[in-house]
């Protein structure tokens, strides 16, 4: 594994919340992408609570309803917030294959495919993303296990391959609209997500 170090850190006070979280940098990740890790609290590095996002600009930043990004980040900044943990947060947008093509799959999805049967109809994988980024980011801050908050049992997988135990999977909340609900489904049918629709 590549030998990646902290950077620096700055404590970033988050209306979200109510909190203050600290801003991590890294030198030496094996990607051109610039991943960032928020502590929380006191974190406490033996056992930590861990979320993984995947950046989502449409849903993180502009509340899309498309999907259920932007309440299960606010969901995980709170609960870390009240716990202490640590938010890695990923900057693989639209599951790795970026904004634009994100938005050629939803114009794809507005005419009847699936998430992931769009992904492929534009030559992408089903799903692009890397987390080994995150399990680098988690070995520089010396977390080798933690309590991961996802519903994705890939997440799990992927981290278990790069060195990181995961203690047990804490489910998210289950943010169902009327405009994600076929997002969601895609993702219990094809991609085992651990959620109850
Ligand atoms: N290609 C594509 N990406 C999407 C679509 N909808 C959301 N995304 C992306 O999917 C990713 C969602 O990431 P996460 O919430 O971390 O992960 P997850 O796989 O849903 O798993 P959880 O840990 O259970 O939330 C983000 O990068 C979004 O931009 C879509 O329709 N097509
Ligand atoms: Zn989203």
Known sequence: MTHIKIRNQVAIPLSSGNCVGTFISFSGLSSNHE????RFGSAELDNPLVRIHSECLTGDVFTSQRCDCGPQLNEA??????????LIYLRQEGR?????????????????????EANTHLN?????????????????????????????????????SCGI?????????????????????????????????
């Open 35 to 38: 991943h960032i890790a928020i």
């Open 77 to 86: 900044i709170a609960r870390l917030n009240e716990e202490g943990g640590l």
């Open 96 to 116: 790795g294959i970026g904004l634009y093509a994100k938005l050629d799959a939803y114009r794809l999805q507005d005419g009847g495919l699936d998430t992931f």
């Open 124 to 160: 992408f994988p089903e799903d692009s993303r890397d987390f080994s980024h995150a399990a680098q980011m988690l070995h520089a801050l010396n977390v080798r296990r933690c309590r991961l908050m996802t519903n994705n049992p890939d997440k799990v997988i992927a981290l278990k």
């Open 165 to 197: 135990e995961v203690d047990y999977a804490i489910p998210t909340g289950v943010f169902v609209t009327e405009h994600n609900r076929h997002y969601l489904q895609a993702k219990v049918a094809k991609k085992n997500h651990l959620i109850d629709l």
